[in-house]
């Protein structure tokens, strides 16, 4: 069960981390707006949009984004370093900073009027059973 949980936990943080950091590499290096206002207005040029507005969106979009690609790169080693050892507190640590994430990714979308809500909700059930499998593995007693 715990290699089942560290494998859906290694899936579910390898998607969001290569989510981010394309996100960076459209916003840093191909100069291109945030997704969200692909979200909000119909396209990504956001034409209309005050320049000073425009350049907070893409400065928010650059940090969140950022912290999101560092938190799943870090998951990752703590996955695979200490979860599959059996660590309790790699599997605390793991649990309550994804699904903290998860929560902001669902809020955030909230935002937007709930436009991704079937890609958080698939996102949640895939992170969810990552963790119980994750748990059952630590904590279940052996007879």
């Known amino acids: 069960m715990l290699r089942a949980g ?3 936990l290694s899936l579910w943080t390898s998607l969001n981390l290569a989510l981010a950091l394309g996100i960076l590499f459209m916003l840093l290096v191909l100069g291109k707006n945030a997704p969200a ?3 909000l207005y119909g396209d990504t040029q956001a034409t209309g949009i005050e320049p000073r507005a425009l350049a ?3 400065a928010l979009a650059v940090m969140f984004n950022a912290c999101a690609a560092a ?3 870090l998951s990752l080693s703590v996955i ?3 979860l599959v050892r059996r660590a309790a507190w790699a599997f605390w640590s793991l649990a309550v900073c994804l699904l903290f994430l998860q929560a902001a990714g669902f809020a955030s979308d909230s935002f937007l009027g709930n436009r991704n809500l079937l890609a958080n ?3 949640s059930l895939l992170l969810l059973s990552g963790i119980v499998l994750a748990a059952i593995g630590i904590f279940r007693v052996s007879r």
Do not use: D, H, R
Request: hydrophobic share 80%; charged share 0%; net charge neutral.
């Open 56 to 58: 907070t969106v893409n």
């Open 6 to 8: 560290a494998i859906l």
């Open 37 to 39: 206002l692909l979200i």
């Open 80 to 82: 695979w370093v200490a």
């Open 121 to 123: 909700a698939a996102s």
């Open 71 to 73: 938190i799943c790169a």
